[in-house]
C-alpha cells in the first residue's frame, strides 16, 4: 500500500504549465518534458492553461495526484510555483518543481537544477522530502513576502519586463526606477511573542529563503531556534531614508551587501503580527507574496507553519545528477 507522500511510478505526474511564463514557446516546453519523461520510462499527462486559470487547474490535478499516488509539478517562475504550493499543501500531495523564473531562489535552495531538462530528469528519481512553507493571513509563500515599497518594486518590474524582456539587468534597472522616486512612509505596529513595537519603514520585507537573504548580504543574526527557511523567518525593515542614502542602499544590494546598509534591521523570527496604519476608508493593504501582488485584509499574520510541503528533491547530503 502507498503511503500518504510516496510516488507510484507508474502513475502519470501531473504537469501544471503556466503557458505565459518564461521565454520559451508551449511546443518547446512539451518537448523537452516529454523527452526527459521518455528517457526514464514514465508518464506525465501536462497541463498548459493560462495565469487566470492556474489556480483552479493548480487544485485539481493536486487531488488527482493525491488519488493515483504521484505529484503535482509545477512548470514556471515564482508566482506559478506558489500557486502550485498552495494546491499541494492544502490537498497534502507532493509537489515537483520545473523552474523558469529569474532567480530561482526556491529551486536552487532545494538542489533542483534550473535546465528545464535536468529538472524533469532529477524530480523522476526524486523522493518527496518536507520543506518549509511560511503564511501570511490565508496565503502561502516560499520565497519572500512584503509590504510597502517592496510591491511597489515587483510591479515596477514586471511593466519593465513587459516591455524590455525577462534578465537581471531589466529587474535590477526598474529597482533603481522604484527606489528613487518618493516613497511613502509606512506607519507598523508590530506584535512578535511578548515584543510590542510601533515604527516607522519604508518597507517591511520577510524572507523563508536563506539562499536570496545570503545573495543579498542580508541574513539576520540566529536569535531564534533554526535559520530562514529551516525552523525560522528573517524580517527586514527599511528606515525611511533620503535619495543619496537610497543610492547607496542600491549599490549595498548590488554587491550582497544589504546588512551593511545604514537604515536596515534584520532580525530572525517564527510568528509576527503586523497592523499597518491604513488611510481612512482602506481596510486592505497591498501585499507581495513570491513575485505576486495582492491586497489583504489587516492585520497581516506571518508564521512558518505547521505542515511542510513534500517536494520531489534530492536529499541532503544528494545531488542531481
Known amino acids: 500500500m502507498w503511503g500518504a507522500h510516496s510516488i507510484d511510478p507508474s502513475a502519470p505526474l501531473q504537469f501544471v504549465i503556466n503557458a ?34 492556474l489556480a483552479r487547474v493548480a487544485h485539481e490535478k493536486a487531488q488527482r495526484a493525491l488519488s493515483a499516488h504521484t505529484a503535482v509539478v509545477a512548470v514556471g517562475g515564482d508566482g506559478t510555483l506558489n500557486t502550485v504550493a498552495q494546491a499541494a499543501h492544502a490537498t497534502g500531495c507532493a509537489m515537483g518543481v520545473v523552474p523558469q523564473g529569474t532567480f530561482n531562489y526556491f529551486a536552487r535552495t532545494h538542489g533542483i537544477p534550473v535546465d528545464p531538462t535536468e529538472a524533469v530528469s532529477q524530480l523522476l528519481r526524486s523522493t518527496p522530502v518536507p520543506v518549509q512553507v511560511a503564511g501570511i493571513n490565508d496565503h502561502l509563500f516560499l520565497v519572500n513576502a512584503s509590504l510597502g515599497l517592496y510591491p511597489d518594486l515587483l510591479e515596477d518590474r514586471e511593466a519593465y519586463k513587459a516591455r524590455f524582456g525577462r534578465s537581471r539587468w531589466v ?53 531564534v531556534a533554526g ?95
Open 20 to 53: 505565459a511564463s518564461g521565454s520559451s514557446d508551449a511546443d518547446t516546453k512539451r518537448e523537452s518534458i516529454e523527452a526527459a519523461l521518455q528517457a526514464e520510462g514514465r508518464r506525465g499527462d501536462l497541463h498548459f492553461c493560462a495565469p487566470q486559470e
Open 171 to 223: 529587474a535590477f534597472v526598474a529597482a533603481c526606477a522604484t527606489l528613487l522616486r518618493s516613497q511613502r512612509k509606512l506607519r507598523v505596529h508590530i506584535e512578535m511573542g511578548g515584543t510590542v513595537r510601533d515604527v516607522q519603514t519604508l518597507t517591511l520585507f520577510v524572507g523563508n529563503n536563506r539562499l536570496q537573504l545570503q545573495q543579498l548580504g542580508a541574513e539576520p543574526e540566529d536569535t
Open 227 to 321: 535559520t530562514p527557511g529551516d525552523g525560522s523567518m528573517a524580517a527586514l525593515m527599511l528606515r525611511p531614508i533620503g535619495t543619496l542614502p537610497m543610492i547607496g542602499l542600491m549599490l549595498h544590494g548590488a554587491m550582497g551587501r544589504l546588512g551593511e546598509a545604514a537604515g536596515v534591521e534584520r532580525f530572525e523570527f517564527q510568528h509576527m503580527v503586523v497592523n499597518p496604519t491604513l488611510t481612512q476608508g482602506r481596510r486592505g493593504v497591498k501585499v507581495a507574496f513570491d513575485g505576486e501582488v495582492a491586497t489583504l485584509r489587516a492585520p497581516l499574520d506571518f508564521r512558518v507553519l505547521a505542515q511542510p510541503l513534500y517536494l520531489l528533491a534530492p536529499r541532503r547530503g544528494e545531488t542531481g545528477g
